[in-house]
């Protein structure tokens, strides 16, 4: 099979489950800013120096595709959906990475190359969010789908700190 079809020249596409939406379907769109995070994940792999953050990246990688598959499944039940236990492990790792990076007040993003990537991919998970919250309220999102892209961005936010708290770059914004 290639890569053209030509089953979407009308606008349409096929998910995970079989049935064809238009292609600006709100949960066409909420998966498509998902697949965007994910190609910025992946550029970040290469800024990033820091083994242990490498790792974490590469973890967040492939759970976006079981998002995506769960979020492109409606009605039928995905065979990998996100867990309470990932949410919760996601929490963990946000609280672990708080204790080692205390911060002192807002920060200004992107001190470093890898940070400013990171605070990039955190902002497109929040439009995949606020996308997968415009789709829960006309259908059924899984509410753990919801609290794990919650807790992502939370994630690429301290993750980012770390290394700029790492770095000795972190920038806070001056107080008036």
Request: negative net charge; glycine residues 6%; aromatic residues 6%.
């Amino acid at each position: 099979m290639g890569i053209t079809t030509k089953t979407g020249d009308q606008g349409q596409t096929s998910l995970y489950s079989g049935e064809r939406v238009w292609k600006d379907d709100l949960r066409v769109d909420a998966y498509g800013c998902l697949d965007e995070l994910d190609a910025h994940l992946g550029d970040a792999l290469h800024l990033v120096q820091d083994p242990a953050a490498n790792s974490i990246l590469a973890q967040l990688q492939a759970m976006l595709y079981r998002v995506m598959g769960q979020l492109a499944s409606p009605g039928a039940a995905y065979p990998y959906p996100v867990t309470e236990t990932e949410v919760a492990e996601v929490t963990a790792l946000i609280q672990s990475l708080e204790e080692q990076t205390p911060l002192e007040g807002f920060v200004l993003p992107g001190s470093l190359p890898a940070s400013a990537k990171l605070d990039i991919c955190r902002a497109v998970d929040r439009r995949a969010e606020r996308q997968a919250v415009k789709l829960s309220r006309a259908e059924h999102v899984p509410p753990e789908l919801l609290q794990y892209l919650n807790r992502l961005s939370d994630l690429l936010f301290i993750l980012a700190r770390s290394l700029e708290a790492k770095a000795g770059a972190i920038r806070y914004i001056p107080k008036p």
